[in-house]
């Protein structure tokens, strides 16, 4: 099990997926490609004397929503109970951390890898259902104006927190309602690709090319 709330499976002969998958009949965790990965979670008020919001639910929720969404470079989320950040929520493209009150302080731009850098405070929501829908406003205003491989904490850097809380939150330019039709109709045009190859395109796709000794 990963910090990612993945299950990992290490060492599969790839001759071996089709019949793996079949039996898993489970959605891929998007580890790979440019996309919405999996979303980090502590265990939130539900489970933890600290928490101050269902950290858990809102990241299923998330998850569930925006799942394997292609991006111009990957988004990993994260959702944090209180501000003790347990799920490093403050360090990644999109993070959602509870605050008093039973609201949401929303980040956007971190990173925790080479370069770490904390994310911006975009705002302060509510409520989840307004998490949810900043979320994807934010998620698609990136998606058309981030150049390709350009990660969130770049893009925030080029672009600026003002600039972009005054269209996401603010709508101020009056395109809200557009970003949110656009990434509706992502969401509903989603498909899992490992879930379509349990039966492979051809006969050799998952061969091995490597003769044994």
């Known amino acids: 099990m ?9 060492g599969v002969p790839k001759e071996q997926l089709p019949e793996v998958w079949k039996d898993l009949d489970m959605p891929s965790g998007y580890a790979y490609g440019k996309s919405f990965r999996t979303v980090k979670t502590c265990v939130g008020s539900e489970f933890c004397r600290f928490g101050l919001g269902d950290s858990t639910g809102l990241g299923i929720t998330l998850e569930n929503t925006y799942k394997g969404l292609e991006s111009p470079a990957k988004l990993k989320l994260a959702v944090a109970g209180c501000p003790r950040n347990c799920s490093e929520a403050l360090i990644k493209d999109v993070g959602f951390v509870a605050v008093e009150g039973a609201r949401w302080e929303m980040y956007v731009g971190g990173a ?39 990660r969130t904490y770049t893009f925030m ?4 927190v003002d600039e972009v809380r005054a269209v996401v939150v603010d709508d101020r330019d009056g395109i ?5 039709e656009r990434i509706k109709q992502s969401v509903d045009a989603d498909r899992d690709p490992w879930q379509e190859a349990v039966e492979p395109k051809t006969a050799n796709q998952f061969a091995s090319v490597v003769a044994s000794a």
């Open 2 to 10: 990963t910090g990612g709330q993945r299950i990992d499976l290490l």
């Open 112 to 150: 925790g890898g080479a370069h770490v850098r904390k994310g911006d405070l975009l705002c302060t929501l509510d409520t989840e259902e307004a998490a949810i829908h900043i979320t994807g406003r934010f998620i698609q205003f990136y998606r058309e104006n981030a150049r390709w491989l350009e």
């Open 157 to 160: 850097e080029r672009v600026g």
């Open 176 to 180: 809200g309602a557009e970003l949110d």
